[in-house]
């Protein structure tokens, strides 16, 4: 549907919002993926231009090596650049890009173009939460090819899903917490609240002390690995001992601190109940690159 004049002149970055709560901004968030590349690709390049190689051979492999590495930090360094512009335009209150519930229908400004569709349309909203796809849970089957979004009343008496795109589970949790109200009456939601520091490092301080834990452990565990290893392949391929443990542990690492969550919340309650990215699950990717450099800094020294 055609977006009404009211509609144009919220979507309008030289008006200020007349309500702003009614705006759930999209294409602010920054790819966290991106500082473990980064991070990982400056490592194997510096490790790889030292001197000390076995053989040629093996630094022209670590080099061809990061040639996915080094694509993939170009991508990532491009959507940081993207989240960055975009939390500036919207610090400054000149970001329209999101979904607005406003008092007579749903404005949806994603992408290039505009979409309104009536508040008596929109009658029901699927979540992450009711679509199996919520944090890092184990998804149904039955679930997999069904995405977020709002599903719309047709004309000729049938519904369609309108999609908004990959989106945070908290962004999904802000809409529907408004959601009841605004198709009943069109009401506003509250507006937000921003959390004291001292509220949010009590969040997450449980959920930060645990992945140290965890790292702090493997560190140790991979100290003693790679000593015996060396043993046994030799301590002048030490490097490419601690390359091949070490980089399972950008994969490994998240996947052991999910399993490992079970057992120790039953004797310290205060960590939630997963681990999901609203609750440290980028820290946990993050860390596992440390992981990942660790292990190849102990068996690059042993």
Avoid at 202 to 219: D, E, K, M, S, T
Avoid at 259 to 275: C, F, G
Wanted: overall charge positive; hydrophobic content about 45%.
């Amino acid at each position: 549907m055609a977006v009404p004049s009211k509609g144009r002149a919220v979507l309008d970055p030289d008006r200020p919002l007349a309500e702003p709560s009614r705006f759930f901004p999209t294409g602010l968030s920054r790819p966290l993926w991106a500082v473990p590349v980064w991070l990982l690709f400056l490592l194997i390049v510096s490790l790889t231009l030292r001197d000390g190689f076995a053989t040629k051979d093996l630094a022209l492999n670590l080099l061809l090596g990061c040639l996915p590495l080094g694509i993939a930090s170009v991508v990532a360094l491009a959507g940081w650049r993207r989240g960055t512009r975009a939390r500036r335009e919207h610090a400054r209150g000149r970001w329209r890009q999101g979904v607005f519930l406003l008092k007579d229908g749903l404005l949806v400004n994603v992408g290039e173009g505009a979409r309104f569709i009536p508040r008596g349309a929109v009658h029901a909203l699927r979540t992450p939460e009711n679509t199996g796809r919520g944090g890092w849970r184990r998804r149904d089957r039955g679930a997999r090819d069904v995405e977020p979004g709002f599903l719309c009343r047709e004309t000729g008496g049938g519904q369609t899903l309108l999609r908004v795109g990959k989106l945070p589970s908290s962004w999904w949790s802000r809409i529907a917490a408004a959601f009841e109200g605004w198709s009943a009456e069109g009401a506003a939601p509250p507006a937000r609240v921003r959390e004291s520091p001292y509220g949010c490092i009590a969040r997450w301080l449980p959920v930060i002390v645990y992945l140290h834990g965890v790292l702090l452990v493997w560190l140790a565990g991979a100290a003693v690995l790679t000593v015996q290893v060396g043993r046994w392949v030799g301590g002048e391929n030490g490097f490419l001992t601690g390359f091949v443990l070490g980089l399972p542990m950008l994969f490994v690492f998240p996947l052991l601190v999910t399993r490992l969550l079970p057992l120790v919340r039953r004797s310290w309650p205060a960590l939630p109940d997963e681990i999901s990215f609203e609750t440290g699950g980028g820290y946990a990717v993050l860390l596992g690159v440390f992981a990942t450099i660790g292990t190849i800094g102990i068996a690059h020294q042993s």
